[in-house]
């Protein structure tokens, strides 16, 4: 997703929030703050993963959504790893992959695969980073998942 398709998620979402409008009119703050999250988490966006990730997991948990949960632990255990809390980032994405493999979502649970093997990389761990990648990798290959399996095949060749 590129910056600017982020920043008008982002501005028609909230704006979304404030005045529901006819194209919103399903769509619950559980809904954006997941998007939001999620989105910001695939751009590396500190600053918003700051502002989304806690509202994503505040509102998945009261609304008793499973997927959200796990999208927002994924998000946060991005942020951790970003600021260099490596601990942390694991216990996040230990904990989205649980669910989503108790949901049995093979392209979330590629995504998370991916995320954990991009944090083996930032602890200089590259034999751990691959095994992540390859499993990923297998994730998305199941279900024609084509970019991110590129992507992941970019990272593996890296």
Aim: proline residues 2%; aromatic residues 10%.
């Amino acid at each position: 997703m590129a910056e600017g398709e982020f920043a008008l998620i982002r501005e028609s979402g909230e704006a979304g929030l404030i005045r529901p409008s006819k194209g919103w009119a399903t769509f619950g703050d559980h809904d954006l703050y997941s998007l939001l999250a999620d989105a910001a988490a695939a751009q590396r966006d500190e600053a918003a993963l700051r502002q989304y990730a806690p509202l994503a997991e505040e509102t998945a948990r009261r609304y008793d959504h499973k997927l959200y949960r796990a999208i927002a632990h994924r998000a946060r255990g991005v942020a951790h790893r970003l600021a260099g809390k490596y601990a942390e980032s694991q216990f996040r994405f230990d904990h989205a992959l649980d669910i989503f493999q108790q949901m049995n979502t093979r392209w979330q649970i590629g995504r998370t695969l991916f995320e954990l093997g991009e944090l083996a990389v930032a602890q200089t761990n590259h034999t751990v980073a691959r095994e992540y990648f390859t499993r990923a990798l297998s994730e998305f290959e199941v279900m024609d998942a084509l970019p991110d399996a590129i992507r992941t095949r970019e990272k593996l060749a890296a």
